[in-house]
T-cell receptor, first 116, second 110 residues
Framework: DAGITQSPRHKVTETGTPVTLRCHQT?????MYWYRQDPGHGLRLIHY???????DKGEVSDGYSVSRSKTEDFLLTLESATSSQTSVYFC???????????????FGPGTRLTVL | DAKTTQPPSMDCAEGRAANLPCNHS???????VYWYRQIHSQGPQYIIH???NNETNEMASLIITEDRKSSTLILPHATLRDTAVYYC???????????FGKGITLSVRP
């Protein structure tokens, strides 16, 4: 929906290895977000971006970094993956200029990450 | 941001109205009420939002009490495809950093 793709969709990796997840949008939305979803916790915000090269932390940012070098791509990096980072990761976007639709977040299909 | 309280689950019959309640007693004056839903392992889907007035769109209606301490999402004619987890969220407006709780699981039975 809303032209959001996430890659990879599934990944299995080992503890201590670096992992990068990619969120790509074709909607020219200004804001982009990374969430994780775990049983019993719902969705929790990791990091978000309010423009190219402009990012900020969410509520569970420890162990994660992000980068946004162009409007359409938002990367989430786990520098050294741990088993506690096994989760489903969702990307979201909001605010396409000129539409007035600034209150809706559109979500991607998710990436299932398993850290062994 | 204000927190919300939702019952863990409810069910309704197909074709009937589903009324999903939410309490947000600590909501502040500039905070909106948002509703999203998540259908089995898919990404959440925006449904509706409101500030003070009741709102309606093609998916649902949102009824907010006059004191704004609670709201109800109404799906007027529930179908089996409406079975999902519904999240009531409070946020401060444009591009809010939304905090998702555990939501309410709606089961629509045939």
């Amino acid at each position: 929906d809303a032209g959001i793709t996430q890659s990879p969709r599934h990944k299995v990796t080992e503890t201590g290895t670096p992992v990068t997840l990619r969120c790509h949008q074709t909607e020219n939305h200004r804001y982009m977000y990374w969430y994780r979803q775990d049983p019993g916790h719902g969705l929790r915000l990791i990091h978000y971006s309010y423009g190219v090269k402009d990012t900020d932390k969410g509520e569970v940012s420890d162990g994660y970094s992000v980068s946004r070098s162009k409007t359409e791509d938002f990367l989430l990096t786990l520098e050294s993956a741990t088993s506690s980072q096994t989760s489903v990761y969702f990307c979201a976007i909001s605010e396409r200029p000129g539409t007035g639709l600034y209150n809706e977040q559109f979500f991607g299909p998710g990436t299932r990450l398993t850290v062994l | 941001d204000a927190k919300t309280t939702q019952p863990p689950s409810m069910d309704c019959a197909e074709g009937r109205a589903a009324n999903l309640p939410c309490n947000h007693s600590t909501i502040s004056g500039n905070e909106y009420v948002y509703w999203y839903r998540q259908i089995h392992s898919q990404g959440p889907q925006y449904i509706i939002h409101g500030l003070k007035n009741n709102e309606t769109n093609e998916m649902a209606s949102l009824i907010i009490t006059e004191d704004r301490k609670s709201s109800t999402l109404i799906l007027p004619h529930a179908t089996l495809r409406d079975t999902a987890v519904y999240y009531c969220i409070v946020g401060s407006g444009a591009n809010s950093k939304l905090t998702f709780g555990k939501g309410i699981t709606l089961s629509v039975r045939p």
